[in-house]
C-alpha cells in the first residue's frame, strides 16, 4: 500500500483513466450492471443496463466530482469552488468540496426546484440564488470567482472531470467485453467522452453512440459540424439541456464517437416507463435517453449497453411519468 496521495494526471487516455479509477473506487464502490428478461424481450437483443441511479448523489456526475476533489492543488482548497448548475453538477461539485474540506459555492437561477436548492445545501455548499436563467448565474458565478479567488468548476471543460466519468465506463466494459454498442446520453459530453477514451483501450469494436434531445441538440450540432455550436435548448430534459458545445469533450467525440441519436423528449419519457416496468428502474430524463435511442432503431444490436446516468427525478416528474402510464 502506497501512503502518498495519489493525485490523477490530467492526460485524457487509459492511464488517466485507471488512476481516477483508483481515486474514485475509495470513496465510490462499482455500481451494477443488469440485463432484464423482459426488457431483452421487448428490445429484441439483450441489452446491459449500468445503474447509475444509485449513486449516492442520484447521478453519475460524483465521480468527477471525487476525482476533482484529488486532482485540487492546496492553493485552490485554501479558496474554495464555485460553479453555476441546476442539477447534478451542483451536487457533484458540493459532494467535491465536503470530501475536500473546502467550500463551494454554487449558483442557481430563480427557476431551480427548491429540492434541488436543498440537496445541494444539505451537501453543506453555499447556494446563491441570481437571475433567471443557467446563462445569468453562470456569469454570476464567474464574477465570483474572479472577485473572491474561487475555483470555477466548468461543467464539461475539466480533464479531472472527463476522467471521472470515465470509471463508470471502466467497469462496464470490463464487466461486459462484449457489448457491440453503446448509448451514452450527452450534455456537455464528459461520460460520453470518457466512454470512447475506455472503448479505444478494451474493446475497440464496440460502437459509441451519444444521444441528446432533439429540442437541445447544441453538442449534437457540434459534433455534426466540427465547430464549437449553439442551439435553441427547450427540453424538458434537464441533464440533456445544454444550448453550446463544450471544446474538450468535444475534441475527443470528434473522431471517438461512431455515430448520434436525436430523441424526442415524449420518446424518452415512454423509456421511462419502460425501465420503471422492466427493469424496476427510476430513471430521470437524461437517465432513460440511451434507452429510448436504442428503442427507436429498426433493429436491436445483439448486445447493447445503455447507461442509466441518473434518478433524479422530481415528484412532478414521476407524477407525469404515472399519468402517461394511464394515456
Ligand atoms: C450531466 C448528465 C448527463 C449528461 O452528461 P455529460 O457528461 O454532461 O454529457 C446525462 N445524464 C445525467 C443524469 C446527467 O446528470
Known sequence: MTTTPLRPTTTLDLDGVLRAAEVVGRVLPPTPSWSYPVLDRRVGGRVVVKHENVQPTGAFKVRGG???AASLTPDELRRGLVTASTGNHAQSTAYAARLAGTRAVVVMPESAPAVKREAVAALGAEVVVHGPDLG????????LAAREGLRWVSPGDDPAIVLGHATLHLELFTAH????????PIGSGTSA?????????LAPHCRVVGVQSSAARAAHDSWRSGTLASAPCRTRIAGLATCAGYALPQSVLAAGL???LLVDDDDVDAAARVLATDAHTLAEGAGAASLAALLSLPAAPAVS????????????ELVALGSGLAR
Do not use: M
Open 66 to 68: 471525487v476525482n476533482l
Open 136 to 143: 445569468e448565474a453562470a456569469a454570476h458565478a464567474r464574477a
Open 177 to 184: 467485453p462484449d457489448l457491440e454498442v453503446l448509448f451514452v
Open 193 to 201: 467522452a470518457g466512454a470512447c477514451l475506455v472503448r479505444d483501450a
Open 258 to 260: 461512431d455515430d448520434f
Open 305 to 316: 449497453g445503455v447507461v442509466v446516468s441518473g434518478g433524479n427525478a422530481s415528484l412532478e
